[in-house]
């Protein structure tokens, strides 16, 4: 993980933290403190936004366990906003309040338009300074910075292994989601490092669930022998699914996050 780190000040509650002092290891979450946090009487309030299921509650046990650990309790000295999008990126364009979007680049950009004083921490797996959300790594500026998960630009590494796992394996499925903001940056890598290793790629592209037994079904067709699923939020929210019909097609497979693997068990 790459963090950003900023000596701008962010308000909490009687006191005052250094920005990289209150950033939280945990995947897909934004914070937001209202800037009069340290009012008499006013409760901060925290937006925790993620593209996934409210059914993954290792995020939200996490982050609550580190606000914890600085004071700040639910119901107490703070109150806590969760919005999900269960994995529908549309869903990030509607209003929801104050609180910060987080783990998708077009979350965080819709927060970025919403405000420029709230203080915002992302955490996505495509480049922050390349979807526009920060100048540069070293020094984010205005009201964003957060952890880049480097999951949308490794699909080129991910391709290599997988060729080195299977080294006999020419024909190669690649399964992208159109609605990622990454998916560009991820077509020319996978293209390029398949270039590089001499293999032939199927590209198939799916958003919604209906679309995944139809691409798998033509990669098949196409003789591929592994399959390559692209970073996406989306695809990470239906891992279940996906996991069932790569086995299904007998497709040896690898994706962006361990939990996938951990699904098929």
Sequence with gaps: ?????????????????????????FGGAAAAWPLNAGAQGVVPIVGFAV?????NQDPIAGFEAGLKEMGFVQ????????????????????????????FHPQGVLAAKRATTEIPIVFSIGSDPVQVGLVPSFNKPGGNLT????????????????????????????????????????????VQEAAGRLG????I??????????????????????????C?????????????VLTIRHGLPAIFEWRDFAAAGD
């Design 75 to 102: 119901g107490q000295n703070l109150a806590l906003e969760y919005r999900f999008a269960e994995g529908k990126l549309d869903r990030f364009g509607s209003a929801q309040g104050s609180c910060a979007r987080g």
């Design 51 to 55: 593209s996934g299921s409210r059914a």
């Design 1 to 25: 993980m790459l963090f950003f780190a900023e000596p701008d000040v962010v308000l909490g509650v009687g006191e005052a933290m250094r920005r990289r002092e209150f950033i939280i290891q």
């Design 146 to 189: 957060g952890v880049y998960q480097l999951t949308a630009g490794l699909e080129s590494k991910r391709l290599g292994l997988l060729h080195e796992m299977l080294p006999k394996v020419d024909v190669i499925g690649v399964l992208v989601n159109p609605n990622c903001g990454a998916i560009d940056a991820q077509l020319h890598d």
């Design 199 to 202: 293999l032939q790629l199927v």
């Design 204 to 229: 198939v592209r799916a958003n919604v669930e209906s679309e995944f037994e139809p691409a798998l079904s033509t990669i098949t067709a196409q003789r591929a022998g592994a399959l390559l699923v």
């Design 231 to 243: 970073a996406s939020p989306f695809f990470y929210s239906r891992r279940q699914q996906l996991v």
